[in-house]
């Protein structure tokens, strides 16, 4: 029998990482046989992650996921520490003075790298941090350079529509959204007319959703392009659109596009395949221009160069070839993988002389931090019920917290300082945020910089 049956407590559960996957792994907790007690360490003031500062602010339906989110945070299980950095305010020798395991959930905030010639001139930015600027991020510059005419998004995922998509519309199009007014007087100033998208494949190997691709066409100023060249396929894909409905829904609307005349929208977004970006061309620093080789498919659904190169002429470059977690102190790192090593959540140190692996006692990972930054957000529940079940296995060997008092944690934040947020916080933080909006007729506005997130919530009061 452990020490927690003996004593008759909860299992003290902390996650470090308060969006959709953190929240996600304190509901399967809650959901598990197991008597929990769980607290979620949030590096922001706020909690939600990607949902709000990854989720481009014209989507309501992806943003409507927060609903769920916050049924889970309501309950008395959880509780919510916002503005604490792991590894600088609370370390994992920290956590386990207080916790009998830790779930890490700390997603993927990077950029993840494009090795081409040019990629470090002025005017070649990463999807991350154009998406962190204008979801009114606290930690990024409050200003972005928008004087590029003409733009090019190296990339075919959903990110890379999101960055087009925002770069193509004009400001006020975007000002019922709840964008800070810095993000607001940036976009209403933008010089951007023609956006292009480049995808090295062809358009059953896009990663956009049906959803997301035909939300481009919606608005009233953007004219969205396809060459009917670029509309090819292999048996390779052939396949993938006969074995994916998604697959088959984004090619169809990839044809119709083709196939249809221009119309007099003022603001040009095309959409490229079989260009694979080789080079970004500079003068003086600066980006200039784009080159990229034409591919071909080679029966499998993948491609091969031609040898034929093109140049185009673009004045700013963001790569959204995908995001990158970064390392986590005390834990180990697959830096190839930009992930935490680990079997079904359970944090892998190495295999033993018996070949055996060896795990991190009482240390799990759910979300990208686990698996990487594919998939969409609802992924990551299942993530989650992996990671969770594991947990709940593992329990009865788990070494108990010396001081598994809920206020202990509390007394320890206090004592060093830290301004730390709380659910209580995040409701009034909320409740400011819409009162904001209100005399514009918004549902909010967002507050950006941390320390008046911090006023807001007025931090530790419950």
Not at 305 to 323: I, L, M, N, P
Not at 422 to 433: F, K, S
């Amino acid at each position: 029998m452990t020490e927690q049956k003996e004593a008759n407590r909860p299992l003290r559960i902390a996650i470090v990482g308060a969006g959709p996957a953190g929240i996600y792994a304190a509901d399967a907790l809650m959901k598990s046989d197991a008597d929990v007690s769980i607290d979620l360490f949030e590096r922001m003031p706020a909690p939600f992650g990607l949902i709000r500062y990854g989720v481009a602010p014209d989507h309501p339906r992806i943003k409507g996921i927060v609903t769920a989110l916050h049924k889970v945070l309501d309950k008395e299980q959880v509780r919510l520490l916002g503005n604490i950095d792991y590894g600088t305010d609370i370390t994992l020798s920290d956590l386990r003075r207080f916790y009998d395991a830790v779930i890490f959930s700390t997603g993927a905030n990077a950029d993840r790298a494009l090795p081409i010639p040019g990629i470090d001139l002025d005017g070649s930015y990463g999807a991350a941090e154009f998406v962190s600027w204008y979801d009114g991020h606290p930690d990024v510059p409050r200003t972005w350079p928008l004087e590029a005419e003409k733009v090019a998004v190296l990339g075919v995922g959903n990110v890379a529509l999101d960055v087009a998509r925002v770069l193509a519309k004009t400001g006020d199009e975007l000002l019922p959204t709840e964008i800070p007014p810095n993000v607001y007087t940036g976009l209403k100033n933008n010089k951007a007319v023609e956006v292009h998208v480049f995808g090295r494949r062809g358009p059953a190997q896009a990663k956009f959703t049906p959803l997301e691709l035909r939300e481009l066409d919606h608005s009233p100023t953007i004219e969205v392009i396809v060459d009917p060249e670029d509309i090819d396929y292999d048996e390779g894909s052939e396949a993938a659109r006969r074995h994916s409905k998604q697959v088959d829904m984004v090619a169809n609307t990839l044809e119709q596009w083709a196939i249809r005349d221009q119309g007099e929208r003022p603001h040009k977004l095309f959409l490229h395949f079989f260009e694979s970006p080789s080079e970004i061309l500079g003068e003086d620093g600066r980006v200039v221009g784009l080159r990229t080789e034409r591919t071909q498919l080679d029966g499998t659904g993948n491609v091969k160069g031609t040898g034929t190169f093109k140049e185009w002429d673009v004045q700013a470059v963001y790569r959204a070839v995908g995001y990158l977690s970064q390392n986590i102190s005390e834990l180990p790192f697959d830096d190839q993988a930009g992930v935490i090593p680990n079997e079904a959540g359970r944090v892998l140190v190495d295999e033993g002389a018996d070949g055996a692996a060896r795990y991190m006692p009482g240390t799990y990972v759910t979300g990208w931090i686990k698996r990487g930054p594919v998939g969409l957000i609802g992924h990551t529940k299942g993530d989650a019920n992996e990671t969770v079940a594991c947990l709940v296995d593992d329990s009865t060997k788990f070494v108990p917290a010396e001081n598994p008092q809920p206020e202990a944690v509390l007394e320890f934040l206090e004592g060093r300082g830290i301004p730390f947020t709380t659910w209580a916080g995040w409701y009034r933080l909320d409740a400011h945020e819409r009162s904001l909006g209100e005399p514009e007729g918004r549902e909010r506005v967002k507050v950006v910089e941390r320390e008046d997130m911090l006023r807001a919530s007025e931090p530790h009061k419950v």
